[in-house]
């Protein structure tokens, strides 16, 4: 197998990456290489990365937004439009798995937007209407805190989805959008996986069994997820590899793809690298230059070309075409509806946000 054929020949699907962010608040530049972060144009090119998945993650009080969420997403949404006007020849935005196909074969990256929690629609579901039409694809329903639709992990006896979070991934389906589970308390995610019409995914978590961290995944979960036909794509944040971070490594990295292919089957498990999202250092990943030591290292687990083309990208493609690609217009006119669980109630409950800055993740 000629290792580096195959990786340049792969649809490498990244599930999450952080860089909006830093593109906004930081004034970090997409076409120039840096040498800060994990990620740009330059090196996703270098890294082989035919796709991303850009998350608009919106919860900085502290920042120049205000603290709204919705304000501070749409700055992303207009910064990753801008990158693809300065980028044209190089970068795409996707809203189709034939439009990620096609950048492959024009050798440009693609570009997906996804939401990292739902605060940005203020708990107005004709905003997800709104986002969709603005090109996001994918819908993590939760950050760490609580919201309209549920709780995040990071909530003390946190609660299941609210009416408002099974009205929303009932449109993501009808609209179709992926819905992530990464974030989401434990009470959520269960709900979410036995009301699910399709496919979800968890775009970046590893394995409970191997790390006992509150954003990793339990066998039961693993198990559940990938009976939905669903991919977990496994991440490179230090602290979701393994207990010690100062230890994480790529070793330990496919020590998590082991396992989830063990639990769930190799057509469940991808890649969501959370680049420019976390501090600290996994070895052999330090940015995304490296991804092809992945695609090496896998090998050496024994994985044949098949089963890295799905790791590497085909398994997520294969949920976002099933997805997006069967989108059935919007529901019949709802009113906007907002919860019993209203704004204040979130706003007030963003009591770790120092935890945040520490790790965003
Ligand atoms: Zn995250």
Not at 63 to 74: A, H
Not at 117 to 124: Q, R, S, T, V, Y
Not at 320 to 348: N, W
């Amino acid at each position: 197998m000629n290792l580096d054929q195959l990786h340049r020949d792969s649809i490498i699907f990244d599930g999450h990456s952080d860089f909006l962010y830093n593109a906004v608040n930081e004034g970090r530049r997409f076409e120039e290489r840096s040498d800060g972060g994990h990620t740009d144009l330059p090196r996703l090119r270098a890294g082989g990365v035919s796709a991303q998945i850009f998350a608009l993650f919106c919860l900085d009080e502290d920042r120049s937004n205000e603290g709204n969420p919705t304000v501070e997403s749409l700055r992303q949404v207009d910064a990753f439009y801008q990158m693809q006007e300065r980028c044209a020849d190089q970068f795409v935005f996707a809203g189709r798995a034939a439009d990620i196909e096609a950048a492959k074969t024009d050798g440009r990256v693609a570009g997906v937007l996804g939401l990292e929690g739902i605060e940005p629609l203020a708990g107005d579901i004709g905003l997800l209407r709104v986002y969709h039409r603005l090109g996001v694809r994918n819908v993590g329903l939760t950050w760490n805190y609580r919201n309209h639709a549920g709780d995040g992990v990071g909530v003390d006896d946190a609660g299941g989805l609210t009416d408002f979070g099974r009205l929303l991934v009932a449109e993501c389906f009808q609209l179709g959008m992926m819905v992530d589970i990464a974030h989401l308390a434990p009470p959520g995610v269960k709900d979410v996986l036995e009301m699910t019409e399709g496919p979800v995914i968890a775009s970046h978590a590893n394995a409970y069994a191997l790390c006992a961290h509150r954003r990793n995944l339990t066998d039961a979960q693993l198990d559940a997820l990938a009976a939905t036909g669903g991919v977990v794509c496994v991440t490179f944040v230090p602290g979701f590899i393994t207990e010690s971070p100062t230890e994480a490594s790529l070793e330990r990295l496919l020590d998590h793809i082991d396992y989830m292919v063990h639990c769930m089957g190799v057509e469940h498990v991808g890649i969501g690298s959370d680049f420019e999202g976390y501090d600290g250092v996994t070895r052999g990943l330090e940015d995304v230059t490296r991804l092809p030591a992945l695609t090496a290292g896998l090998a050496g687990r024994g994985y044949d070309a098949l089963a890295i083309r799905g790791i590497l990208g085909l398994n997520l493609l294969r949920v976002f075409r099933q997805l997006v690609g069967k989108s059935r217009g919007t529901r019949t006119e709802k009113k906007p509806l907002v919860t019993k669980q209203g704004l204040t109630t979130f706003l007030t409950e963003r009591d770790d946000s120092k935890e945040r800055r520490a790790t965003r993740s």
